[in-house]
């Protein structure tokens, strides 16, 4: 089995440090000694509970038996992941800035979380500080810091500022911002760059946006929609519409109008989400994995992260090259194979040649796909600065009812670029499920 609680860190606005899920939550791992010159954070991370999770994965048992059952992000046939924690590298730290949420979604906790959970609303500006200056005095290395919790992190009163500290004291790490969007951008946001933003908009109407993001308005989320594009995006920025499918906003009328109103505004995707509680949509679910009708090349079907609970994921996986022309490059960031006949591919392709434009990839059964790179990542620009084209990433969903969940498989990948009938380079991947 596997779980994210070995390459994560979650930290709520109280200062306390949990696991890191909605159910999980209830699991408090340590709080830092915010009264003392020095808050012993490195100390929580080789403590009594987290030695307890490492020898209970070692041994292949949960290590919190009727917790871990109900967790969205555990892999029940997943391979142990690697313990980044004890090789300094923390893959996402989740930030709850603030707990404090104008919005009342039917199936939140933050009500409850309000009323009866000790301590401040908004994380203390000087706590946060202080938790990123040990992580980089200890020699942590933090890929992602991700400002989202129970609350709305654009509640802080000092948003931006947490941000500006972030990029002070961890000036490598990317930062991504989960918002409803119901504020201003310029006043919460303004001049500060944020890697990648995700807007949750659930509708394209107000009423059927009301009907879950109850008190949200419609047009206050699309326009911090619009600032985010506008800011962000020039600057290299990923600015994501997510759009999660209920009973009350999947008709075809609608969700085409998403899309016209994503395109209009120039977001870099729209995730259409098959969702879970007492909303969801019957017409478009994670069971029968059908596409809502899709008109524009940035639409992504996503799943909640529940429903792969027996799906099976290989992470940062490079494709072997060979070189018959340009020189180029496939890097895996994650390929996951659901249960439902799907499979989930993010990486990206690139070349010191600006002609490269799309992944052809071949599936077991003799069907094709054409994946084209439209995503930026400044991120492989910095890590080969011969690669000239920023817009390299992908990150689809692939029907592949031929691919057996209980074999070895292999996928035949290779690099095309425009105007040329064949394929530069070929890659295969082999995959053991």
């Known amino acids: 089995m596997n779980c994210e609680i070995l390459r994560t860190l979650y930290l709520k606005a109280n200062g306390e440090i949990v696991c890191n899920d909605d159910y999980g939550e209830q699991v408090s791992l340590g709080t830092p000694a915010y009264d003392r010159p020095r808050l012993g954070l490195i100390r929580i991370l080789e403590n009594e509970k987290y030695g307890h999770i490492r020898s209970s994965f070692a041994a292949g048992q949960m290590p919190w038996p009727g917790v871990c059952e109900h967790c969205a992000l555990l892999r029940m046939h997943e391979p142990a992941g690697v313990d980044l924690l004890a090789e300094k590298v923390i893959d996402k730290f989740q930030i709850e800035a603030s707990l404090a949420c104008a919005l009342r979604c039917p199936d939140c906790a933050n009500g409850t979380q309000l009323r009866e959970r000790p301590g401040p609303v908004h994380l203390p500006e000087e706590w946060y500080r202080r938790i990123l200056t040990e992580l980089a005095e200890a020699g942590f290395r933090v890929s992602w810091i991700e400002f989202c919790g129970q609350g709305e992190p654009l509640n802080h009163p000092e948003f931006a500022r947490l941000v500006e500290i972030t990029r002070e004291i961890l000036p490598e790490t990317r930062i991504r911002l989960i918002t409803n969007g119901n504020h201003s951008f310029m006043r919460k946001v303004g001049s500060v760059f944020i890697d990648e933003t995700i ?145 989930t591919l993010s990486g990206w392709a690139n070349s010191a040649d600006t002609r490269l434009e799309s992944v052809g990839l071949g599936l077991p059964d003799g069907d094709r796909v054409e994946i084209p790179l439209e995503i930026a990542r400044p991120d492989v620009i910095a890590a080969f600065p011969s690669y000239v084209r920023e817009a390299c990433g992908f990150d689809v969903l692939i029907k592949t009812p031929g691919l057996d969940r209980s074999s070895r498989q292999r996928l035949a990948f290779d690099v095309r670029f425009r105007g040329a009938a064949a394929a530069r380079l070929s890659c295969d991947l082999e995959l053991t499920i």
């Not at 059927?208 to 949200?216: C, E, W």
């Not at 029968?288 to 996503?302: G, I």
Request: aromatic residues 8%; neutral net charge; glycine residues 8%.
């Open 199 to 343: 807007v949750s908009i659930d509708g394209a109407r107000q009423q059927s946006y009301a009907a879950y993001r109850v008190n949200g308005q419609l047009d206050r989320a699309l326009k911090f929609l619009a600032g985010s594009c506008d800011t962000q995006i020039p600057r290299g920025g990923n600015v994501i519409w997510k759009y999660i499918l209920f009973s009350t906003n999947d008709s075809d009328e609608e969700l085409r109008a998403a899309q016209d109103m994503a395109a209009e505004l120039g977001v870099t995707r729209l995730w259409f989400v098959h969702g879970h509680g007492r909303m969801v949509s019957s017409r478009f679910t994670f069971a029968n994995a059908l596409s809502p009708p899709v008109t524009q090349p940035f639409v992504k079907v996503e799943s909640h992260p529940s429903y792969n609970n027996r799906s099976v994921s290989l992470n940062n996986v490079g494709l072997a090259e060979h070189h018959n022309g340009p020189e180029a490059q496939i890097w895996l960031d994650r390929v996951v194979i659901h249960e439902n006949g799907t499979m």
